[in-house]
Structures are given as C-alpha cells and as structure tokens.
C-alpha cells in the first residue's frame, strides 16, 4: 500500500485524519504513505448539525486519550 484515499463527511475529517495520520505515519517518516482526504458535505438540518458537533468533540476527545495511551501520539 502506498496511496491512501479517505472519504468521510466534512464533521468527521478531522478525527479521521488524526486516525490515519498518527496510524500510517508512526514512525514510518510523513512520506512513507501517500494520503489524501476527501470530504462529502451532506445536507443536515441545523439539529443535526449541532448533535453532529457535540458528539464529534467527544470523540476527539476520547481518540487523542487513546492514541496517547497507545503511544500514537506524544
């Protein structure tokens, strides 16, 4: 594997490059895999798109925990 393509929804990108990135790069140098994101924008009520919000900040939160734990990140 060499390229790396990730589509995710815009509220979600940037916990899934904080996956990818701390995953793929880990000690492998930041060229090792070629990784490109791609964002969809999917129509959401304003409800939704607070609910989305809210629930991304925890899982972020809860992400850097266990990637520092796992030693991921530093």
Same mark, same amino acid.
């Given at each position: ?11 979600? &990108? ?21 990784? *490109?994101?791609? *964002? ?5 009520? =304003?409800? *939704? ?6 629930? *991304?900040?925890?899982? &972020? ?12 990140? =530093?």
């Amino acid at each position: 594997i060499g390229d790396v393509t990730v589509i995710t929804s815009d509220f979600h &990108m940037d916990r899934a490059k904080k996956i990818f990135d701390s995953i793929f790069r880990k000690g492998r140098g930041k060229d090792f895999y070629k990784l *490109e994101y791609m *964002e969809d924008h999917p129509e959401l009520s =304003e409800r *939704e798109k607070m609910n989305e919000a809210s629930v *991304e900040s925890q899982m &972020m939160a809860k992400l850097v925990a266990r990637l520092q734990r796992d030693g991921f990140l =530093e």
